[in-house]
Nanobody, 124 residues
């Protein structure tokens, strides 16, 4: 049984940093596309970043490019999202998801397995 768990959220002031972690059990994340998505209250879920685990290539949404960085640790079966220079508009529940399709696309229907989400709040 595949289980995806995301963690590392919290509350931070504008300009601060957080690192989110995503772990998967029941599957080795060696040849997958891993994505981070977020959903703010009253808004649709949107893609933030994605990474293909076989070669480490990444793709980012325009709203986070240059501030967020995604990485993987294949040995630990973990994926991370380093978020720097956080803004109040980054406040949302962040979800980790993955798909067996190797495609760097932030398209919600593409992703088959989802974690439970972790809250990120950016506020002064």
């Amino acid at each position: 049984q595949v289980q995806v768990v995301s963690s590392g959220g919290g509350e931070v002031q504008p300009g601060g940093s957080l690192r989110l972690s995503c772990s998967a059990s029941g599957v080795r994340l060696e040849v997958y596309t891993i994505g981070w998505f977020r959903q703010a209250p009253g808004k649709e879920r949107e893609g933030v970043s994605c990474l293909t685990t076989n070669d480490g290539r990444t793709n980012y949404s325009d709203s986070v490019r240059g501030r967020f960085s995604m990485s993987r640790d294949t040995a630990k079966n973990m994926v991370y999202l380093q978020m720097n220079s956080l803004k109040p508009e980054d406040t949302a529940v962040y979800y980790c998801a993955f798909t067996t399709v190797l495609l760097l696309r932030l398209w919600v229907p593409l992703y088959e397995h989802w974690g439970q989400g972790t809250q990120v709040t950016v506020s002064s």
